[in-house]
Structure formats: C-alpha cells, structure tokens
C-alpha cells in the first residue's frame, strides 16, 4: 500500500514563511491536494496542483514536488494560520491516501 | 454553493449499527462523486469509501466487511452504514464531494462533520 508521511509539527514566527512536506515514493508523478483544519473544523482545501487555486484560498498558500517530496508553502504566516495541515494523494492501488497530519504553530 | 451537512446519532452501542445522512444543496448529486471519510478524536483522516449516483461504490478495504453506502437522488442524500461498531469506530464522520482528474482525487467540500460515539 502507498504511504506518505509528514512531520508532526512544524513551527514559525509570523511573517516568515513555512513549508510543510509530505515524502511518499515517486510522489513527484503524482498529484498531490493539501487540507487545512482548524480546531472543530472540518477539512478545506487549501492547494491542489490539479485545477485552479481553490476559491478564496490566498496565493500565500503553493505547492511543488519533487521525486519523493511535496511541500506545502504558506508565506507571510499570521497566527490565523495555525491549523493541522493534511496532504492527499490518489494512489492505483490504495486508492485514497491522507498523510498523518502537520500541527502548524505560530511562534 | 455547495454544502453538505451530515446528521444521524451521536451514540451507538458497541456491536450496533452506525447510520448517518449526508444531505447535499447546491449542486446535484446526480453530477459527482461523493465520499465519507472519518477522525478519530485527536487522529488523522481516514477515507472510508465513495458512492456515485449510479450505486457505483468503493470502500476501503480496511472496513469493506462492514460498510455500505447508499443514495436517495430525489432527496439529495446519500447515507452511510457501519455495522458491528466497535470503540474504535469512535470518530468525526465527514462527507465530502469527490472531484476526480486524471489519475488523481480530491475533495471539495466538506461537510462540517458530526461526533459518533460508540459506548454503552
């Protein structure tokens, strides 16, 4: 079964800028959506590098990949972007695979 | 606007059978896929299966045995069952519009999601 994994937690001070990874074998071939989940909420959307930018997400939020990483950037960080932060990925022969989650704090 | 808000019991009893409607606005249910997908309390996401307006389904092999899922196109629901719910089926069930690409997934939106305890 396909895997991907990302750190538990990543911190940063406000206005600089974070970047969240998510490894996976050859997920650089594969698309790749990320999840932004705020405490008693549900998932949304943040980035999918399939389609346009989901509707009213900033620019602040981008992604890339690369072989075995993607990476979820979000700049000029505010403490309102503190959230669990998911990455995503169809797989052929797991189908639907969620990474463990990334607690994102804002020093 | 699409929106989806899932309902059902809050509690089940160990053994007994979870039930839980989704109810769709903005958009057919007849146009896409649609997905449940669950958190346990202080865990990740777990997808648990799809269903299309065609009865077409998938699920996750991990809770295959026990699922099923289901439609009503004149209501704009759809439904999910898990039977045999043990404390470990204690979660946050979600359900989501499923939007497909080439060789890819994703979901958009979510519904805000309901607690389903199981205890006695």
């Known amino acids: 079964s396909y895997v991907v994994t990302q750190p538990p937690s990543v911190s940063v001070a406000p206005g600089q800028t974070a970047t969240i990874s998510c490894g996976g074998n050859n997920i650089g071939s594969k698309t790749v959506s990320w999840y932004q989940q705020k405490p008693g909420q549900a998932p949304l959307l943040v980035f999918s590098d399939y389609g346009d930018r989901p509707s009213g997400i900033p620019e602040r939020f981008s992604g890339s990949k690369s072989g075995n990483t993607a990476t979820l950037t979000i700049s000029r960080v505010d403490s309102g972007d503190e959230a669990d932060l998911y990455c995503q990925v169809w797989d052929s022969t797991s189908d639907v695979v969620f990474g463990g989650g990334t607690k994102l704090t804002v020093l | 606007q699409v929106q989806l808000q899932e309902s059902g019991p809050g509690l089940v009893k160990p053994s007994e059978t979870l039930s839980l409607t989704c109810a769709v606005s903005g958009a057919s249910i007849s146009s896409y896929y649609w997905s449940w997908i669950r958190q346990p309390p202080g865990k990740g996401l777990e997808w648990i299966g799809f269903i299309y307006y065609t009865g077409s389904t998938k699920y996750n092999p991990s809770l295959k045995s026990r699922v099923a899922m289901s439609l009503d196109t004149s209501k704009e629901q759809f439904y999910l069952e898990l039977t045999s719910v043990t404390a470990a089926d204690t979660a946050v069930y979600y359900c989501?519009?499923?939007?497909?690409?080439?060789?890819?997934?994703?979901?958009?939106?979510w519904g805000p999601g309901t607690l389903v305890t199981v205890s006695s």
């Open positions: 989501a519009r499923e939007r497909r690409g080439w060789d890819t997934k994703w979901f958009d939106p």
